[in-house]
């Protein structure tokens, strides 16, 4: 069955960086595009990134352009967020989540992974 | 940026009614391409991530309990839950992903009256 494990999270000052990971399984990796999206605590869902299959196609949120890299490794199937100058209000949970239909750009997430949290904070 | 607006923010009702949620789009999401209109529905319960109920506005994704139901026209869309249970208790999220940036909206939270 499929599976996509968040990890990286943790405690961090702001304006410091941290990588985050997603491993998959049950599913050929290569052949879907993915996205990351974040939870601030008790609030709504924030799409924050997207990556093609081949990772030849990467669109941001204007929130973190400039900031947050997303790039993938298809041989060790795995997605990663790069986030730098880390700020307060990027306090969240990090979902990375896989598209339905895979060599779609646009397309709804049929899968997420369980999430990572990351708090901000001196 | 489309801009998903959810009604209400929040709703109770009774075990075995209707339970009716709407998502307004500030911008169609319908392709004429395609004629497929790019709006989704997510339930989220507590700890937990978002999990998949309806795409393409009406198409239930596989395993989803037929009393969920999606439809809608280019700016105005609706999730039903025919007949609430207790399992349905979560926040409902609509989501555009017509265009980049995918949008949500802010969510709806079910609750038993």
């Known amino acids: 069955q499929v599976q996509l494990v968040e990890s990286g999270g943790g405690v961090v000052q702001p304006e410091r960086s941290l990588r985050l990971s997603c491993a998959a399984s049950g599913f050929t990796f290569s052949s879907y595009g993915m996205h990351w999206v974040r939870q601030a605590p008790g609030k709504g869902l924030e799409w924050l990134t997207l990556i093609s299959y081949d990772g030849s196609v990467k669109y941001y949120a204007d929130s973190v352009k400039g900031r947050f890299t997303i790039s993938r490794d298809n041989s060790q199937n795995t997605l990663y967020l790069q986030m730098n100058s880390l700020r307060p209000e990027d306090t969240a949970v990090y979902y990375c989540?896989?598209?339905?239909?895979?060599?779609?750009?646009?397309?709804?997430?049929?899968?997420w992974g369980q999430g990572t949290l990351v708090t901000v904070s001196s | 940026d489309i801009v998903m607006t959810q009604s209400p923010d929040s709703l109770a009702v009774s075990l075995g009614e209707r339970a009716t949620i709407n998502c307004k789009s500030s911008?169609?999401?319908?392709?004429?391409?395609?004629?497929?209109?790019?709006l989704a529905w997510y339930q989220q319960k507590p700890g937990q991530p978002p999990k998949l109920l309806i795409y393409?506005?009406?198409t239930r994704e596989s395993g989803v309990p037929d009393r969920f139901s999606g439809s809608g026209s280019g700016t105005d869309f609706t999730l039903t839950i025919s007949s609430l249970q207790s399992e349905d208790v979560a926040v409902y999220y609509c989501h555009q992903y017509y265009r980049v940036p995918g949008t949500f909206g802010q969510g709806t939270k079910v609750e038993i009256k």
């Open positions: 911008q169609s999401v319908l392709n004429s391409s395609n004629n497929k209109k790019y």
């Open positions: 989540a896989k598209v339905r239909n895979g060599r779609e750009l646009l397309d709804p997430f049929d899968h």
């Open positions: 393409w506005a009406s």
